[in-house]
């Protein structure tokens, strides 16, 4: 896994604004719902931390985490 | 003792420039001033009146005084409401050139003040010649305090008048100590 | 400048803002205010302060809203029609409590009401301060930066045409009143220490919503300023049979002819009332308790009667002898402004 | 995960992530935007924003920067006492198309023209959105309100106003440009033109304008996941993105 993001599944309000915008396309709604009635997203493997679903959600859900870059790379 | 003093006259004939700088030399004096403005407007040809209060003490007169001590009047139009407020013993100075002075029982001093100010050829510094008779006649405040007062109250853009005013203060208490000489003997 | 001079009430009233501390004005020209406006470009930037000739009324009181909530003394003059446009933005600063100095050089005295009650929204009150002279404006210019410091409340001085353009001998004391206390309150930026939100709708902690509490604190000294801040000025109260209650410019007319009136003999007492909120109750009830009537002078239909009826409570008929009085200008200038006028209705009200 | 390290938080200038607004609102992403740069710019301990009133009202209490709330339409005026007397503080105004185009039109251009060194930012998404769906003088003609059923009519309801190129004409701006936050890419642009904004303010050139075009589902009667569409295809048309001054 070199990529993921963390979905704070109570804040959601299940707009669907991630969904559309994620490349990979790794973002499915729930079937049941959070405590304030609403489905949320759920991440499917293949996460490439591209961060558009945390960039456009309103209610502030996701947080991304991706593989730190090998020691050197940076430079070339 | 406070001394209440109404200028009367109509625009353009340096009203409310009397009654500043006679309330400022007041205060430059060591006195008390007090000094309200009423005037039109029109800035030349209305009516324009000032009060000026003087007392050793702050004034307790309104600005709008039921009664006083002396009017100074330039023109004639609005002084016949004004007589009423003088008092018995009350002081008029008339603008004679302008102002008839046939008021019966009243104590009038005639200053032809706008006849003088045209023999020094300056038809605007009626008001200052009337000032320098009223001083004069007064004592109420020094004439040298007048001076220095009209020469500090003049806008910027009329400062080059402060020698001939000062000339034409001085014309007015000269004919005022000639008039009182001439009386005395 | 010396400490003694010649000046317009309004210029005066302005000059002891600056020597208290003012440093923001934002005005409106509109007569008879505009003299302070006019003195206040001329003389702010002289102390590195800044005067804003704003495009309205409104936008005046929101930058005099913005610069006091920096913590800034500011002030903001206009007459009651201007005064009318701000009641917004007063009622909120009130209930922000953001201390501010607003001066109503009024039209005659009708915005008594509008100054005491104001027109504005909620349970908000201002201090009311009316001068009778330049050197009353000059005083009261000073406690009002104080106290509107001292009780995060706005303060008013309420004048008139009189007031603004009376030329009167001023003396500005020197340091009337303690330097302000610090001003945690303030927006500053968050320096050190988490942000604050200075607002009406609720209170500065962040995360915190609970509008009753800051409004309930907004509020909860009024009963506070009704006890320290009550002022008058009173005479012949001994042995009056009647009383005369005015205020402002024109109270010193009253004052005058109740003069004239112990000159005649007549045992007629004298209160003015300086503080329009908190009104003085208490000294208008004390002269009254050993009155037979009270007259009220006041140059509107008939507005701080009812304060003065309200202290009195039915025990002493209470009179009006003012009015309505404007000449053709409409700055309230006109045929009441009269003492001979004020003599012969105290005489009536005395007689009867 | 514990190799992978965290790449994207939201600031910590959001004192809570949890508010009020609705589904698929468009606000939210463009305080955070605000916040990030304020962050990042390190101007958190001199910032002084200047609130409207609207639905961003809920933002104030969990934004850790000082704040002072103004009143509908009143936030330039204030915004200019503050600069006045602090001009050493970064200040932002936060309004809405209602509190800023509707009541408080006259305080923008105002500002604007006197050149006063503070940033606007103008949330606009064409309808009252606090007061439950009405018109404003930035709805566009056609679209429904609960004042305008049946959409606003230029004969009966009159035209939109284009608040970004007025403030662009007026000599005392030195920045305006228009972004929207439906997309991605519009985000990324949204934050370059407040960087650039807040790069005008901090350099003393002028006054600076961000509109920004932010999706309201809820008084757009579209489910949330239609808002972006909704925006681009009846806003971005009378209201091209893009840099209008600099």
């Not at chain 1, 599944?9 to 915008?21: A, I, R």
């Not at chain 2, 030399?25 to 030349?44: P, S």
């Not at chain 3, 106290?147 to 008013?156: G, H, K, Q, S, T």
């Not at chain 3, 008058?232 to 109270?251: I, K, S």
Request: with cysteine; charged share 20%.
């Amino acid at each position: 896994m070199h990529a993921t993001v963390t979905i704070d599944q109570e804040l959601c309000k299940g707009c669907l604004l991630c969904v559309p915008v994620c490349p990979p396309r790794v973002l499915v709604m729930s079937e049941t719902v959070n405590r304030k009635g609403y489905r949320y997203p759920l991440l499917l493997d293949g996460c490439t931390g591209c961060e558009l679903c945390a960039k456009v959600c309103p209610d502030f859900c996701f947080e991304v985490y991706r593989e730190p870059k090998p020691r050197g790379a940076a430079a070339a | 003792m406070e001394r209440e003093i109404v200028f009367t006259g109509i625009g353009g004939q340096g009203i409310q420039l009397m009654a500043k700088v006679l309330a400022q030399a007041a205060v430059d004096a060591g006195r008390h001033a007090m000094l309200f403005g009423l005037y039109g407007g029109a800035m030349r040809g209305g009516p324009s009146e000032s009060t000026v209060v003087i007392g050793d003490a702050p004034i307790e007169a309104p600005p709008i005084v039921p009664a006083c001590w002396s009017i100074v009047a330039m023109h004639p139009s609005a002084l016949p409401a004004l007589l009423a407020k003088l008092r018995p013993g009350g002081l008029l100075f008339a603008n004679e050139t302008l102002v008839d002075v046939a008021l019966d029982g009243r104590a009038v001093v005639p200053v032809p003040a706008t006849r003088l100010a045209e023999e020094s050829g300056n038809v605007m510094g009626a008001g200052m010649v009337m000032l320098g008779a009223f001083v004069a006649h007064t004592a109420v405040v020094p004439l040298e305090r007048v001076v220095a007062a009209m020469r500090a109250a003049l806008p910027p853009h009329r400062t080059r008048m402060a020698d001939a005013n000062a000339a034409l203060l001085a014309r007015g208490a000269e004919r005022v100590r000639t008039a009182q000489h001439a009386g005395a003997a | 400048m010396s400490e003694r001079a010649l000046m317009e009430g309004s210029a005066a009233m302005a000059e002891s803002a600056v020597r208290a501390g003012c440093r923001f004005y934002a005005g409106y020209p509109i007569t008879p205010s505009t003299e302070i406006l006019e003195y206040m470009s001329v003389r702010l930037p002289e102390v590195g302060g800044t005067c804003m000739n704003a495009e309205s009324e409104i936008e005046a009181i929101g930058m005099v809203w913005g610069a006091a909530g920096c913590g800034v003394r500011s002030m903001i003059a206009s007459t009651g029609q201007g005064i009318s446009l701000m009641q917004e933005s007063f009622a909120e600063l009130a209930n922000a409590q953001i201390p501010i100095v607003a001066v109503n050089m009024c039209r005659g005295q009708a915005d008594y009401f509008q100054a005491t009650r104001g027109g504005g929204h909620g349970d908000y009150r201002f201090i009311v301060l009316a001068p009778a002279s330049a050197q009353e404006a000059v005083d009261l210019a000073q406690l009002a930066f104080h106290l509107a410091d001292e009780w995060r409340n706005p303060v008013m001085i309420m004048g008139d045409f009189l007031l603004s353009h009376t030329s009167e001998l001023v003396e500005f004391p020197a340091a009337a009143f303690p330097e302000p206390s610090a001003k945690p309150w303030a927006v500053t930026g968050a320096n050190g220490r988490r942000g604050i939100t200075l607002s009406p709708l609720g209170p500065p902690e962040k995360l915190s919503t609970d509008i009753a509490a800051a409004l309930g604190a907004a509020t909860a000294k009024h009963a506070a300023i009704r006890a320290a801040e009550t002022r008058a000025e009173t005479a012949h109260l001994d042995d009056a049979e009647l009383v005369v209650v005015a205020f402002g410019f024109p109270g010193r007319f009253a004052r005058y002819a109740v003069r004239l009136a112990r000159e005649r003999g007549l045992r007629v007492g004298f209160v003015r009332p300086i503080s329009l909120w908190p009104f003085p109750r208490d000294v208008v009830a004390t002269a009254a308790q050993r009155a037979r009537a009270v007259a009220v002078f006041e140059l509107n239909a008939g507005q701080m009667i009812e304060d003065v009826e309200l202290a009195v409570r039915g025990r002493v008929p209470v009179h009006a002898i003012g009015g309505i009085s404007h000449d053709h200008s409409g700055f309230g200038v006109g045929p009441l402004l009269n003492v001979d006028y004020i003599l012969e209705r105290i005489e009536a009200v005395y007689a009867a | 995960m514990s190799h992978l390290e965290k790449v994207f938080e939201t600031t910590d200038l959001l004192l809570r992530t949890e508010h009020s607004l609705c589904p698929g609102c468009g606000e939210p992403v463009a305080l955070r935007t605000i916040l990030e740069l304020i962050g990042e710019l390190g101007l958190r301990e001199r910032t002084i924003c200047v609130a409207g009133i609207g639905c961003y009202t809920a933002f104030p209490m969990i934004m850790d920067v000082d704040v002072l709330q103004a009143l509908h339409g009143r936030a330039p005026s204030v915004a200019t006492g503050v600069k006045r007397v602090r001009p050493d503080a970064f200040v932002f105004t936060m309004q809405g198309d209602g509190d800023m185009v509707s009541e408080g039109l006259q305080e923008v251009l105002h500002a604007a023209a006197r050149g006063e060194k503070f940033t606007a930012v103008v949330f606009n998404n064409a309808v009252f959105g606090e007061t439950g769906g009405h018109m404003t003088a930035t709805t566009v003609l056609g679209q429904h309100t609960k004042t305008t059923i049946g959409g606003r009519d230029r004969e009966r309801h009159g035209n939109p106003i284009r608040i970004a190129e007025l403030i662009a004409q007026l000599d005392g701006s030195a920045y305006v440009a228009r972004a929207a936050v439906h997309t991605p890419s519009g985000i990324k642009l949204a934050r370059q033109y407040l960087h650039d904004a807040f790069r005008t303010q901090l350099d003393g050139k002028g006054f600076s304008l961000v509109e920004i075009l932010t999706m309201c589902p809820t008084d757009w009667f579209v489910p949330p996941d239609q808002g972006p569409a909704f925006l681009e295809r009846n806003l971005v048309p009378i209201y091209p993105l893009g840099v209008i001054k600099h």
